[in-house]
């Protein structure tokens, strides 16, 4: 972990390869119960995001960490980002519906969290955890033929969050682009790189823009899928 926390110190970005997470192989091929499959069904049952195109589907809740560890979900406070960063949707409170336990409780999903709660900690460059909004994003781009997925903002920007980790869960082998850019401004590109297996992960923080390209369907009648997580720290009074 202490290469990555310094990679992202020192470059605004750090990628992290699945293999890194290699304790997972102890909870999905464990032969008890397949949480990678509960996780990517629950992708399934994600909303249409009513409030910027991009054929993206998604859901959402906050988190909180208790003194014993324990994790707690809920809405703690509106979401919304501002138009500084987000120009398509910034300054709207945007409400999802909350993640629901089969998600929140999947063994996956709470080692990812855990660990990158112990990931910012040591990065130690925002503060406190208790100081902290704590978010996840579940998104679905699911792209046709002719009818790609993209992000909003959909080319170089930052985010309003001060940490964001990009966790890959499933992307179909049908799929073009996808592509997570890494550049000091908007125009001079540092690094364009892909999350191809799961839980290949993309830190990244303030100092650079990030994009990701859209995604396409290379095969006419058929649908491609991208499912990530993103897990956000935000400075509350940030």
């Given at each position: 972990?202490?290469?990555?926390?310094?990679?992202?110190?020192?470059?605004?970005?750090?990628?992290?390869?699945?293999?890194?997470?290699?304790?997972?192989?102890?909870?999905?091929?464990?032969?008890?119960?397949?949480?990678?499959?509960?996780?990517?069904?629950?992708?399934?049952?994600?909303?249409?995001?009513?409030?910027?195109?991009?054929?993206?589907?998604?859901?959402?809740?906050?988190?909180?960490?208790?003194?014993?560890?324990?994790?707690i979900f809920g809405?703690?406070?509106?979401?919304?980002?501002?138009?500084?960063?987000?120009?398509?949707?910034?300054?709207?409170?945007?409400?999802?519906?909350?993640?629901?336990?089969?998600?929140?409780?999947?063994?996956?999903?709470?080692?990812?969290?855990?660990?990158?709660?112990?990931?910012v900690e040591k990065?130690?460059?925002?503060?406190?955890?208790?100081?902290?909004?704590?978010?996840?994003?579940?998104?679905?781009?699911?792209?046709?033929?002719?009818?790609?997925?993209?992000?909003?903002?959909?080319?170089?920007?930052?985010?309003?969050?001060?940490?964001?980790?990009?966790?890959?869960?499933?992307?179909?082998?049908?799929?073009?682009?996808?592509?997570?850019?890494?550049?000091?401004?908007?125009?001079?590109?540092?690094r364009v790189l892909?999350?191809?297996?799961?839980?290949?992960?993309?830190?990244?923080?303030?100092?650079?823009?990030?994009?990701?390209?859209?995604?396409?369907?290379?095969?006419?009648?058929?649908?491609?899928?991208?499912?990530?997580?993103?897990?956000?720290?935000?400075?509350?009074?940030?």
């Open positions: 972990m202490t290469d990555y926390i310094k990679h992202l110190t020192s470059e605004g970005y750090s990628y992290i390869p699945g293999e890194y997470y290699k304790a997972l192989d102890k909870i999905y091929g464990s032969g008890e119960r397949d949480y990678l499959q509960e996780l990517k069904n629950g992708y399934n049952n994600l909303i249409l995001d009513p409030y910027s195109l991009g054929n993206r589907w998604r859901g959402y809740a906050q988190f909180r960490r208790l003194e014993d560890g324990t994790l809405h703690f406070t509106p979401y919304k980002q501002t138009k500084k960063y987000n120009p398509d949707t910034g300054d709207i409170i945007r409400n999802y519906p909350l993640l629901p336990n089969s998600i929140t409780e999947n063994a996956i999903l709470q080692y990812l969290l855990n660990d990158d709660i112990i990931f990065y130690g460059k925002i503060g406190n955890l208790e100081d902290l909004t704590l978010g996840i994003h579940l998104f679905r781009y699911q792209a046709k033929f002719d009818s790609p997925a993209y992000s909003s903002p959909v080319w170089l920007h930052k985010d309003d969050e001060d940490v964001v980790f990009v966790h890959l869960i499933n992307a179909s082998s049908n799929m073009l682009g996808g592509d997570s850019i890494i550049a000091s401004t908007p125009a001079k590109i540092e892909r999350l191809e297996k799961p839980f290949d992960t993309l830190v990244v923080n303030h100092d650079k823009y990030h994009a990701v390209t859209p995604v396409g369907c290379s095969i006419n009648g058929e649908i491609a899928i991208r499912d990530i997580i993103l897990v956000t720290f935000h400075k509350i009074n940030g």
